[in-house]
């Protein structure tokens, strides 16, 4: 499907990205920036506080409290108080001075272009739409920021921030609604997508009845609906519809019997294994029983959860935390650091703005985050899992990426 940019998020004015290579990362200097949103459904009759505390885990309670007060959060464009009630058709505004977390800078290849699309192979870490923390440094306005000479891009598929491989970007809108239809309307049943994925675990080269078994039985103790079947002897083809958990966590999860799920299928087969880890190649038709099942989130990390061979370094669903670079912080980046100044930070936070500055230097001299070290963080978090987008099946053609290193069986 394309995916429109939302409406709760609308740049005015936007100042194009500025960019700092460091340490292997791609940083965007800290910018301001105004959020908008339409009140949502489930918003109705909350106060304004409790729904940035709720729903917002960007800033601090103080932080949200102090905004409200002073203006930089509004309703309906006016001042407003913290126990104000959220109606609907309210609109709800806040400007912030926005810090993106950083990415990693690696190359992101062009490995097909026409005057109407273009087709990179996406690194990972690199979200592909703006979304959450993230817009600059997303793929497409890295993409434009690269080409200056294409105006505007329009996502036609997602690929999660964490996953690496290939991504199609249309170059018009008449080019996205062309490839959204083949997916949605036209159901091009020949449509599919192909990954590489590295999992826990030795993974038969050849499948046996009696191994093909137990993982059902495993399966069946995870979801009543999970179905595990052998297709060939080569080939295992597993079945079960996936539903949200949790919508603010993103969290998703295996279905049980009852609940409203998509139906989800994932086609398996072994590559090569090193008797710790297994490289398999995994199939994602876009149509199950001429239903679409593409665009499930997190499908390929479920479903090789639920026979028992997560992604090796997935720490989400059965693997392991894969740190990424060994990099240092910036600066330095103890707990006890951070303690010692909130105190400072948020009576900087606090001071109203003066009479003599604008918006914006009020926003950047009063912005917590500025007041704070700045620390990258990333060595602490997941930097990657080992699951590649390698071949997208669309309209008749074939858009494919090469295979991460990780995926190269050693000689």
């Known amino acids: ?53 709720s729903e917002f885990g960007a800033f601090s309670p103080d932080y949200y409290k102090m905004a ?23 609109c709800i505004t806040h400007m912030t001075h926005r810090h993106e977390p950083p990415v990693v800078c690696d190359e992101i290849p062009i490995v097909h272009e026409t005057p109407e699309l273009i087709v990179v192979s996406k690194p990972s870490t690199v979200p592909t739409h703006p979304c959450g923390a993230y817009r600059h440094n997303s793929l497409h306005y890295i993409v434009l920021h690269s080409r200056p000479d294409i105006k505007q891009l329009h996502i036609v598929h997602r690929l999660d921030r964490l996953t690496s491989g290939v991504v199609i970007l249309a170059k018009n809108s008449a080019k996205a609604r062309e490839l959204s239809l083949c997916i949605v309307v ?9 990954y590489l994925a590295r999992a826990r675990g030795e993974y038969p080269a050849t499948l046996t009845e009696e191994w093909v078994e137990k993982c059902q039985e495993k399966a069946l103790d995870n979801s ?144 917590e985050r500025c007041q704070q070290k700045q620390v990258n963080r990333n060595h602490l978090h997941c930097a990657c899992i080992w699951l590649h987008a390698l071949e997208y099946k669309l309209a008749g053609d074939v858009f494919s990426v090469p295979p991460p290193s990780w995926a190269l069986e050693k000689a």
């Open 1 to 53: 499907m394309v995916h429109k940019a939302k409406r709760q998020k609308l740049a005015e004015n936007e100042s194009p990205a500025q960019y700092e290579i460091l340490d292997g990362y791609r940083y965007v200097k800290p910018y301001v920036y105004k959020f908008q949103t339409h009140a949502k459904q489930r918003w109705f009759g909350r106060t304004l506080l409790d729904i940035f505390l």
């Open 68 to 90: 409200i007060q002073s203006g930089r959060i509004t309703l309906n464009g006016e001042m407003t108080c913290i126990d104000t009630v959220v109606k609907n058709g309210d």
């Open 186 to 194: 036209l159901a091009d049943r020949s449509a599919s997508k192909a």
């Open 224 to 367: 009543s609906m999970a179905k595990v079947s052998m297709d060939s002897p080569t080939q295992l083809r597993i079945q079960c519809p996936l539903i949200c958990k949790s919508h603010k966590d993103g969290a998703w999860g295996w279905a049980q019997s009852g609940e409203d799920a998509k139906e989800a299928e994932t086609i398996v087969e072994f590559r090569h294994s090193d008797g710790v880890t297994s490289v398999l190649y995994i199939k994602v038709p876009i149509y199950y029983h001429f239903e679409p099942v593409t665009g499930r989130t997190h499908q390929i990390r479920l479903h090789l959860q639920l026979i028992g061979f997560p992604i090796a370094n997935d720490p989400c669903y059965g693997g392991e935390l894969h740190y990424g670079r060994d990099i240092q912080p910036t600066q330095d980046d103890t707990k006890e650091n951070d303690e010692n100044k909130d105190e400072e930070v948020l009576a900087v936070s606090l001071e109203p703005r003066r009479q003599d500055e604008t918006e914006t230097q009020f926003l950047e001299r009063s912005c």
